[in-house]
């Protein structure tokens, strides 16, 4: 089975003081996802770890 689901970031850490994030916009939006009906029922969104700890500047991030 496949369907497709929204992806969230989950962020870990902070930045350092001083630095804020302003947004986080995961692109793609919605990603497909295969495998056992039983089990593709019950995922309801990706998560993608964004590590912002000591973080300093703009921050793209790729996952496959």
Do not use: C, H, K, W
Request: net charge positive; hydrophobic share 45%.
């Amino acid at each position: 089975a496949t369907r497709q689901v929204t992806v969230q970031a989950n962020l870990i850490g902070s930045p350092p003081q001083g630095y804020s994030v302003s947004g986080v916009e995961p692109t793609p939006g919605m990603v497909r996802i295969a495998g056992a009906a039983s089990l593709v029922q019950l995922v309801a969104s990706a998560y993608a770890d964004v590590n912002l700890t000591g973080l300093r500047a703009t921050l793209v991030q790729r996952f496959r």
